[in-house]
């Protein structure tokens, strides 16, 4: 069991707890757009490897270096940052998913050292069952989004995300940040789906013809996978695994 479980808003929340020295694992959360297409793409058995976003010649390019394919915005050509659009993908396919928000705060554990895994409400019970095998502090990082001048801009999709995760570990071990998050989402539980498709986020994805993506994002514990970037025995390793196993 790990010796706490906090609870930190992106890149700098894991700068901050990283720096500390006890931090055991890096849980990131990016509902309804990175964790949840990053579940469904290892559910079909795709391979996906996370890119810094804003630079499609460097992502190309990566890409070609790996016989990967690249996936775009959700309305581009597949494949395409809807969870659809990568489980449609022959297993076996490595692909390179640019995202502004989870991918990056993947990657900041990722070059930071430190074992990273994605959460998701889909995913959420099979994530606790990972945690309780982590020496150390584990960190419920909600990714959150960006407003047009670059600040974070809180998610409450990806705050419900990392509830569910504490809602099934054990209390006691629980930050009250990883606390607030876990009574949010058992507040709003038996009516999930409809505050998700409330949310900001949601709007935006319904508005651009993606209904589908918010109600799926909310099926909770639908899925097995635990995306863990690198392997247990290969650290340096650049695409997502699935550690299913309770073992860092």
Same mark, same amino acid.
Request: aromatic residues 8%; charged residues 20%.
């Given at each position: 069991m790990?010796?706490?479980?906090?609870?930190?808003?992106?890149?700098?929340?894991?700068?901050?707890v990283a720096g500390d020295g006890a931090l055991g694992v890096v849980v990131v959360f990016d509902v309804l757009i990175f964790s949840t297409a990053v579940v469904a793409a290892l559910d079909a058995g795709v391979w996906v490897h996370?890119? /810094?976003?804003? #630079?499609?010649?460097? *992502?190309? +390019?990566?890409?070609?270096?790996?016989?990967?394919?690249v996936a775009g915005r959700?309305?581009?050509a597949e494949p395409n940052l809807s969870p659809g659009s990568l489980a449609r993908l022959r297993a076996g396919t490595h692909v390179v998913v640019p995202s502004p928000n989870g991918a990056a705060?993947?990657?900041?554990a990722h070059s930071a050292g430190v074992p990273v895994v994605l959460g998701a409400l889909v995913n959420a019970?099979?994530?606790?069952?990972?945690?309780?095998?982590v020496d150390g502090v584990a960190l419920l990082v909600p990714a959150g989004e960006r407003w047009p001048d670059g600040s974070l801009r809180? /998610?409450?999709? #990806?705050?419900?995300? *990392?509830? +569910?995760v504490a809602a099934a570990l054990p209390w006691a071990i629980l930050s009250e940040e990883a606390r607030a998050a876990r009574l949010a989402?058992?507040?709003?539980?038996?009516?999930?789906?409809?505050?998700?498709?409330?949310t900001r986020s949601a709007q935006e994805l319904i508005a651009r013809g993606y209904p589908?993506?918010?109600?799926?994002?909310?099926?909770?514990?639908?899925?097995?996978?635990?995306?863990?970037?690198?392997?247990?025995?290969?650290?340096?390793?650049?695409?997502?695994?699935?550690?299913?196993?309770?073992?860092?």
């Open positions: 790990p010796g706490r479980i906090a609870c930190e808003w992106g890149p700098p929340g894991i700068a901050a996370p890119h /810094a976003w804003g #630079d499609g010649a460097a *992502a190309a +390019a990566y890409a070609a270096t790996r016989g990967a394919m959700r309305g581009e705060c993947a990657l900041a019970e099979a994530v606790a069952d990972f945690l309780r095998a809180p /998610a409450l999709e #990806d705050w419900l995300g *990392a509830g +569910a989402y058992e507040g709003c539980r038996t009516r999930l789906v409809d505050v998700l498709a409330a589908g993506d918010v109600e799926g994002a909310g099926e909770v514990d639908r899925s097995a996978a635990v995306p863990r970037l690198g392997s247990a025995s290969d650290s340096s390793a650049e695409w997502f695994v699935n550690a299913s196993h309770p073992a860092v």
